[in-house]
């Protein structure tokens, strides 16, 4: 690490240890349109990178080609030493090694709370029922709505619904969590609660990538900040580097219209 | 401010009401139109219901009663009519039981949610079912001895002991009630043909409805859902499979399915494999119906947002797992109408089979007209109402079942 907090590129990790996400060379196509460009990254354990920019420039495209549900083109993605390839079973491996949260939540309407979480578990990692149905209780209480256990997804609110689709994640015992815009869904009184779990999970010493507008969690939490732009990957830094004395154009630019 | 509206007081009603010549005058009669139109709807609602009733007054329902066991077994042998009966017993047992597995079912999840189970009181059940109850005293109306009122009676008390007795059942087969059915449907089977009974070529009348309904149901729903998820498979060989047998199979007319299930079915199959006309025609119409469902789930199917596959895809689900616990059961949900809908034209369309011979509850309705005491006396205005009421009542009760199922299911809707 410099001493301005600047990375030379994304591949130099913050936190010293093991590697546990890989993107070489990695680009995307939508038709004749590249959405990513060139791509390296590397992610180490228990780091917390953050990824911000403008719509459009890439952000979510990338975290969703690390647990394909987007293919990526060209390059490789290697998540804690699987690399992705065509085969299914490879690809539900690195499923199964990564949690991932979404903006819309994805909880499944017609299961109860603690079915949603215990799913997962007892249709992929073949927990018994009473066994899967503690662990869910565990981490909803751990997520805070132990009580909410036997309701419907639609009669909680956005930021509990949220804290279900974390819970729901954790059931599979991730190694990576990823997070496409977890709050821009919520209303704002409910982003706290959302950011908090957040919080507790990366203390927690949990691997994660989080794509995000929130600002202030990424000043807080993040290891590492990653500003993203047509594509590209422009600008790395710790947050005190990249909230304070930025260096790329197009960063001070964004900055300047967020903040 | 110099005005200020008033809110309403919330106590003064929105609509006072009014006297009946007010309101006559206010809905009935407010222009010279609407007055001449009132006079006209009034003479001829009026004109009807003085025919109904010279109608019924002076309906004479001697040819229903003399046909009754035609109408519903047709000509089913007499001396074997007791094993219909037993199949009749084992059915209500069958429901009996199932219903109780249901309820216990239900029981088991309110508690284990820690929630008031709300168990529907008699009256629910009258009020959901009463067509068929209404049908069924209807139809003792007619029998010219007390036999048949006691059988039934004795059915319905095997439905009530059967529902007692459903509390005793061990949790195992309460958590695969699937099984009563299948085990009820094998023994109304055995009843009817084992040991020298009546094969099923010999099934007639209204029997042959209701049974044509329930195995085409329960065949071309699960034929249907594997067509509908062909269709979306990314094998191209399934894909187009599916695809050409759902279009042909919508772009042919049903009685010409019908004939060639009757009369061209056995040129086409190889050998000296002979099935009956019954099963011939069961064929055609779960085949037909089929494709109608698999069109009806592919729908539900694209109802359900991407996101939720994606969602199960995220948690390591396999591509047929997200398929059998997230996308079907909620593109079922959303498609409860219309595949009610496909039922019961499915039920209706059941008397089809009269076209190529066999013998129906509308087919057999039309002969007894054609007995010589009946001849020409214009009967099927008293046999066509009486075969509607059959399909009216089913056809009904499928229907308000499947708004209620909806209302049920709408619990978690977000």
């Known amino acids: 690490m410099t001493s301005t907090g600047a990375f030379a590129d994304a591949t130099q990790m913050g936190v010293t240890g093991e590697t546990m996400i890989e993107l070489i060379s990695v680009d995307k196509f939508f038709g004749d349109f590249q959405a990513l460009k060139d791509i390296n990254v590397r992610v180490g354990l228990q780091e917390v990178v953050v990824v911000i920019g403008p719509s459009g420039s890439g952000k979510s495209t990338m975290i969703r080609c690390i647990n394909r549900l987007e293919v990526h083109d060209r390059g490789r993605i290697i998540v804690n030493g699987i690399e992705l390839s065509h085969d299914i079973k490879n690809i539900q491996e690195v499923r199964r090694e990564t949690g991932m949260v979404f903006q819309q939540f994805n909880l499944f309407p017609h299961l109860t709370v603690i079915d949603n979480v215990t799913l997962g578990p007892r249709q992929v990692r073949k927990l018994p029922k009473k066994e899967a149905e503690e662990l869910a209780m565990e981490l909803l209480t751990k997520v805070q709505i132990p009580e909410q256990a036997y309701k419907y997804p639609g009669q909680l609110s956005g930021g509990q619904q949220q804290r279900v689709a974390i819970a729901r994640s954790l059931a599979m015992n991730p190694k990576v969590m990823l997070f496409d815009e977890p709050t821009s869904a919520l209303d704002p009184e409910m982003i706290k609660e959302v950011l908090d779990t957040m919080q507790e999970l990366a203390e927690s010493g949990m691997t994660m990538i989080v794509v995000t507008h929130e600002m202030g969690f990424a000043k807080e939490v993040a290891d590492r900040v990653i500003f993203m732009a047509d594509g590209e990957i422009v600008e790395v830094g710790t947050p005190e580097h990249f909230f304070e004395r930025p260096t790329e154009a197009r960063t001070k630019l964004f900055l300047s219209q967020i903040l | ?414």
């Open chain 2, 1 to 414: 401010m110099t005005t200020t509206t008033i809110p309403p007081s919330p106590k003064a009603p929105l609509h006072r009401p009014v006297s009946p010549s007010v309101w006559m005058k206010q809905n009935l009669f407010s222009t010279w139109y609407n007055s001449l139109l009132t006079v006209i709807f009034g003479v001829l609602i009026a004109s009807v219901i003085v025919a109904l009733i010279r109608y019924l007054v002076s309906i004479d329902t001697e040819i229903i009663r003399v046909n009754l066991k035609l109408y519903m077994t047709g000509r089913f042998p007499a001396e074997q009519l007791w094993r219909l009966w037993a199949g009749v017993f084992v059915t209500t047992a069958g429901v009996g039981l199932f219903a109780r597995a249901i309820v216990r079912t239900a029981q088991m999840k309110a508690t284990t949610a820690g929630l008031e189970f709300d168990r529907s009181t008699p009256w629910d059940i009258v009020r959901r079912f009463w067509p068929i109850g209404a049908l069924v005293v209807f139809t003792l109306s007619f029998t010219q001895t007390i036999t048949p009122s006691l059988l039934t009676l004795a059915a319905a008390a095997i439905g009530l002991a059967a529902y007692w007795l459903g509390g005793g059942l061990p949790a195992w087969i309460i958590r695969r009630s699937w099984l009563i059915p299948l085990v009820g449907t094998t023994a109304f089977y055995f009843v009817l043909v084992g040991y020298g009974g009546v094969g099923w070529d010999l099934w007639q009348g209204f029997f042959v409805n209701i049974v044509i309904t329930i195995a085409g149901i329960s065949l071309a729903f699960p034929l249907g859902i594997m067509l509908a998820l062909g269709r979306r498979s990314s094998l191209p060989v399934v894909r187009y499979l599916s695809v050409t047998y759902i279009e042909i199979l919508r772009g042919v007319p049903m009685i010409t399915l019908l004939l060639f299930g009757a009369f061209a079915l056995g040129f086409v199959i190889p050998g000296d494999v002979q099935f009956s006309l019954f099963l011939r025609l069961l064929v055609a119409i779960t085949l037909f119906q089929s494709a109608y469902i698999a069109e009806v789930v592919r729908g539900g199917l694209q109802s359900v947002p991407r996101g939720q596959v994606e969602a199960g895809q995220s948690i390591g689900l396999s591509p047929w797992k997200t398929t059998r616990y997230i996308v079907l059961p909620q593109a079922l949900r959303n498609m409860i109408p219309a595949l009610v809908g496909q039922f019961i034209s499915l039920y209706k369309d059941t008397t089809l089979v009269f076209i190529v011979g066999l013998l129906d509850l509308l087919r057999a309705a039309q002969v007894s007209t054609a007995q010589p005491e009946f001849f020409a006396q214009g009967l099927e205005s008293v046999v066509l109402p009486f075969v509607a009421l059959y399909f009216w009542a089913g056809s009904y009760v499928m229907s308000r079942e499947s708004r209620r199922l909806e209302r049920k299911l709408g619990v978690g809707v977000r």
